[in-house]
C-alpha cells in the first residue's frame, strides 16, 4: 500500500445522475479503439487526449502521490470512503473534483462495469529526458519491441519491488501510459521514472558513458549466464525483447555483454516480464 506518509488532495464530491453529462467526457469510453482518452496526441494522425487514467483504490492513490497531477476522479461512494485518507472532502470550491455516481452511471459513462469503482483522470506532463530519468540511477531496464501492455506493466511492477531505477524504451515499444499498462503496474508506471530513447540503439552509449554495464539478455546457450555477468557490474542496465523475436542484432552488438538465465525440460525462454524480474532480482540478491 502507499504509505500513510504520502500526500493528501482535497476533493469536492459533486453528484452526478446523468451518464451523458459533459463533466465526466474525460472518462468516457474506456474501451474504444478511437475514442478513449488515454490515447496519446500525435502530430499529423489519430487525435487523442492524451490523458492517464487511474483505476482502482490503489492505483487512484499512487496517481496522487505521482507527477502526473490528477484534475477529477470518477467513482461510487463507497470508493470515496476507502479513498478518505488521501482524498480529503471539502467543500473549497478550487479542489479537484470527485464526480460520484451509481455504479449503473459509471458503468454507461465508461462503456463497461468497472469493479474497481473508481477512476482518476490526469493530463500527461513533459516526458522526461533519457539523463532525467537515469540522474542517480543505478539499475536500469532497457526495453525494445515491447509492444504487449500487459508485459509493460508487469515489468513496471517488476521493476518497482525489485530496486530499478528507471525504465528507458527504445522502438517499438507500446505506450506505457494506456489505462491497462497503468492498472497492470498497479500504479507503478507512474512512479518509476521512464523516458524514450529516440536514437535506438545509438542512446546506449549514453548509458555508457553514464557508467553503466549494458547487459543484453538472450536464450542463446553459449553466452555466460546471468549471474556471472552481473558479479561486478556498479551500475547495470538490462536489455531485454520482445516475445519471440527477443533483442535484435544491432541492440546485442551496441550492449556490452549479453547473458542468459539457464533453462531446463527444454524450453527455450521465458515470458519478457517474467524474464526481467529474474535478471532485476539476481542483482538485488547480490547487492543485499
Not at 53 to 79: C, N, Q
Request: with cysteine; net charge negative.
Amino acid at each position: 500500500m502507499v504509505s500513510a506518509a504520502s500526500p493528501v488532495l482535497p476533493v469536492r464530491v459533486v453528484d452526478i445522475d446523468d451518464p451523458a453529462d459533459e463533466r465526466v467526457d474525460d472518462f468516457r469510453e474506456l474501451n474504444s479503439v478511437d475514442r478513449r482518452p488515454d490515447l496519446p496526441v500525435l502530430p499529423g494522425g489519430r487525435v487523442g487526449k492524451g490523458l492517464v487514467i487511474a483505476e482502482g483504490v490503489l492505483v487512484v492513490e499512487r496517481m496522487v502521490a505521482s507527477r502526473f497531477a490528477p484534475h477529477a476522479f470518477l467513482g461510487v461512494d463507497r470508493r470515496l470512503g476507502e479513498l478518505s485518507s488521501t482524498l480529503v472532502v471539502t467543500d473549497d470550491p478550487g479542489a479537484v473534483p470527485f464526480f460520484r455516481a451509481s455504479a449503473e452511471v459509471m458503468a454507461d459513462v465508461v462503456g463497461f462495469h468497472l469493479n474497481r469503482g473508481v477512476l482518476g483522470v490526469a493530463r500527461r506532463p513533459a516526458e522526461l529526458t533519457p539523463r532525467q530519468a537515469v540522474e542517480d540511477a543505478s539499475v536500469l531496464a532497457v526495453l525494445e519491441g515491447v509492444n504487449d501492455h500487459e508485459n509493460i506493466g508487469s515489468i513496471f511492477r517488476n521493476a518497482a519491488g525489485l530496486g530499478v531505477d528507471a525504465v528507458l524504451f527504445g522502438t517499438g515499444c507500446a505506450d506505457p501510459l494506456y489505462r491497462r499498462c497503468v492498472r497492470v503496474s498497479m500504479g507503478h508506471a507512474l512512479l518509476v521514472p521512464f523516458a524514450k530513447l529516440p536514437d535506438w540503439p545509438g542512446e546506449l552509449d549514453l548509458l555508457a558513458r553514464e557508467g553503466f554495464t549494458t547487459v543484453s539478455l538472450t536464450p542463446d546457450p553459449a553466452m555466460p549466464l546471468l549471474a556471472d555477468a552481473v558479479a561486478d557490474a556498479a551500475k547495470v542496465a538490462f536489455l531485454v525483447g520482445a516475445e519471440g523475436p527477443g533483442l535484435t542484432a544491432a541492440a546485442m552488438r551496441a550492449s556490452h555483454v549479453r547473458a542468459r538465465i539457464p533453462m531446463s525440460r527444454g524450453t527455450d525462454s521465458l515470458n519478457v516480464a517474467t524474464a526481467a524480474a529474474i535478471a532485476f532480482y539476481e542483482l538485488a540478491r547480490r547487492r543485499d
